[in-house]
């Protein structure tokens, strides 16, 4: 992690959903964030990884990763992130060569990410999704996820990073 300095996080807590890589919670800790786990702790943002839900795709895995995203981010949102204000979710997509209906899968988290965008804002909880590419290394998502669960941050909402591909990002 060359680009974020050091204790950019400190003390900021992040909540880990959906069997986020080692790299994501490896950067997130070196950088000062605390894991925890997602209850009525003070959190200050939730990060759901949807690759490990749904696997090699198929229709039962996308069904299976957006309701496992929904259930993660309600309950998250409802036992922390809206009590407290100011927060971020960040929800990251297969990559677009894991299987059947990827494409579709990532599609969905955008469109939850955007919904809530709207939906939250008044809260304060901003949303964003990650598209990784298909060459995208799991030590880029950690290094955008890192910026995004950081105060630099908290201007995104309402939109989806797509690495790996132009434009980097999409705008509603």
């Known amino acids: ?12 807590a992040v909540a880990l959903a959906g069997g986020v890589p080692p790299a994501i919670r ?10 925890v786990r997602v209850d009525a702790s003070p959190i200050n943002a939730l990060v759901y990884d949807a690759g490990p839900a749904f696997a090699a795709g198929g229709q039962d895995p996308l069904r299976e990763c957006i309701e496992q995203a929904w259930v993660a981010v309600r309950e998250a949102a409802a036992g922390a992130l809206i009590p407290a204000g100011a927060a971020k979710v960040v929800l990251i997509g297969p990559r677009p060569d894991a299987g059947p209906f990827a ?28 598209a ?15 910026f995004l669960v950081s105060p630099a941050g908290e201007y995104f909402t309402g939109c989806v990073f797509e690495l790996g591909a132009a434009p980097l990002i999409r705008s509603s």
């Open 1 to 12: 992690m060359t680009l974020l300095r050091q204790g950019l996080l400190d003390g900021r």
């Open 26 to 35: 490896d950067a997130l800790g070196a950088l000062g964030a605390l894991d």
């Open 103 to 130: 494409e579709a899968a990532r599609a969905a988290l955008e469109n939850l990410a955007r919904t809530l965008s709207v939906e939250w804002a008044r809260y304060g909880v901003g949303t964003v999704a990650i």
């Open 132 to 146: 990784p590419g298909g060459g995208t290394t799991d030590e880029e998502i950690a290094e955008l996820v890192c």
